[in-house]
């Protein structure tokens, strides 16, 4: 019934409510709660839009050149590689995959096995691509560059 008029109205309060412009506390909810799914929906979208760049972004396999001037390191899907000390710039890069040879990486750690006798070789994956492998048990650290 309506307090002003005195007549009983057939409608659903909230039929009443949106013809006359009042939105009461049900509807405000309502429409917090839309709201809140759109943004988080957004949020999802780009975050998962980030970690798919992250996932299908620049890869590091490639040939690298090692900062002591007479190394090379190849890298191969799957976690194959290659390692020489014997390159020379004249020659150019002459390397293949060799057995027992793997490399694995996640973030910016870098882990290297040059053979099946050999420990585990750490570094890191830097900003601007290259990979830092310090000095360690058997071996003298070096910075790799990616040949273009």
């Known amino acids: 019934m309506n ?3 005195g007549r009983i109205s057939s409608q659903p309060a909230t ?3 949106k013809k006359k412009g009042v939105r009461g506390p049900w509807l405000r909810s309502h429409s917090m ?3 809140l799914t759109r ?3 957004t949020l999802i979208a780009v975050g998962l839009g980030i970690s798919l760049t992250g996932c299908f972004g620049k890869s590091i396999e490639g040939t ?7 190394t090379v390191l190849l890298l191969k899907s799957g976690g194959k590689c290659g ?3 014997d390159y020379k710039e004249e020659e150019g890069v002459q390397i293949e995959v060799q057995e027992g040879c793997q490399w694995s990486s996640s973030d910016k750690n870098f882990t ?5 006798e050999s420990r585990a070789l750490t570094g890191s994956i830097n ?3 290259t990979i830092s492998i310090p000095d360690q048990t058997k071996w003298h650290g070096e910075i790799y560059t990616k040949k273009k």
């Not at 290297?112 to 099946?116: D, E, I, N, P, T």
């Open 127 to 129: 900003d601007d691509g």
């Open 83 to 85: 390692y020489s000390e």
């Open 112 to 116: 290297l096995v040059r053979s099946s």
């Open 15 to 17: 039929a009443r409510s």
């Open 33 to 35: 709660h839309n709201q």
């Open 64 to 70: 690298y050149l090692g900062s002591a001037g007479n």
């Open 39 to 41: 943004s988080a929906a």
């Open 3 to 5: 307090p002003v008029t």
